[in-house]
């Protein structure tokens, strides 16, 4: 398998985009609500973080099968590529539907059993927009199917386009929804749903396309395939699994950082939004892992895959060694748009700066290098040691920094960095023993 630099690019630029542009358009919808009251803020923020284990679920059924179709598009089987991408569509269909009438049924069981202190008004809001958001899960599943497709074999310029006239939708909608119509919380839950059902349409549509080597066909779609589905959930399920479990480590974190007072729980979401930001090189590289390794350990040929591994990982520490020091560049000019105190603005500096020096030298290798190995086929493997590291580094040394030790949110960080070195020096170790050439995936 031969990927040319101009090849490489092609992937990563769009992705790159495509993921900044998410991140903005977050950054304008969080601006547009608070004009909708405390309340809508606190229900929307709290509901998102619930949404958040459907979308890492969805997101790893998708990569589960971007893996498979990769493999199969580097042997050159047309068939069982077409055959894994539709069936994907198909499980990522039913498998949204279920969870949405699940959360339809139950939300507000759900949602009291989760944040049943808050107050009333602050419940309304979560209920009103969970509603809303659950009718939007097979839309966000669908398009994370086509995604993967397209994703797979490097036309990331697609996906890219979508996002922009999805994220256009959701910007305006927001604003006509709180300022025009003054409808509150629905008035940003509706425009998200809108969104999300075109980007599922529109991918569809475009995943019908025949000129491309895998694409989606009618007889895959209603046909059930064990062996197929097998070999999408072998690399889904720990990959979902791993996620979940990172998700709820974080919202066990967030209550230990509501212990240390209001500045630094505001320093720290400050410090949050702008680490996201931060870590958009180790998100954008993670799926040109999964294509470009998939696709060379499809065609057999280990040798390209261990080039490319070591291309890709070069590639990914000099990018994000610019975009991390760029971030840290202009993150006191971001804070002039925050009216908070010296205090409060010197801390969020300490805690850009302590997570964007490990975002160069860690992150690449805990992130990004372990979608490479999962492309490869070792999955268990990679979710045993996230799992351990996520638990044993990440949330157990949260304890010991940040209240044994009363280092606060600078401890919290601190452990999210180890956690990250953990992983690194593990997932390298990995890919150096050569380990994961004996996998097979398809």
Known sequence: MIFTNKDLKRIIVPLFFEQLLVMLVGIVDTFVISYAGEAAVSGVSLVNMFNTIFIYLFTALASGGAVVISQYIGNKDKENSIKASSQLLMFSTIFSIILSILVLLLNETLLKLLFGKVENSVMESCITYLRISAYSYPALAIYNAGAALYRSIGKTSVTMYVSIIANVINAVGNV??????????????????????????????????????????????????????????????????????????KVALSSIVALFGTYQIAANGIAQSIWSLAALIGVTMGPVYITVIGQCMGANDKEAASYYFKKITKLTLVLSIIWNVFIFAITPFIMNFYSISTQTRNLVIILVLIHNIFNTVAFPFSGPLSNGLRAAGDIKFTMIVSIASTVLGRLIFSIIFAVYLNMGVIGIAFAMCLDWSIRGVIFYIRFKSEKWKEFKVI
């Open 176 to 249: 006509i929804g709180v300022f025009v119509l003054k409808a509150g919380v629905a008035g940003v839950a509706y425009p998200s749903l809108i969104a999300r059902a075109f980007s599922a349409v529109a991918i569809t549509i475009l995943c019908f396309n025949k000129k491309y080597s895998t694409h989606f066909e009618m007889k895959w779609i209603f046909n059930w395939s064990n062996s197929m589905l097998k070999k999408i959930l072998r690399i889904a399920i720990p990959n979902g699994v791993e996620n979940g479990i990172f998700q709820l480590v």
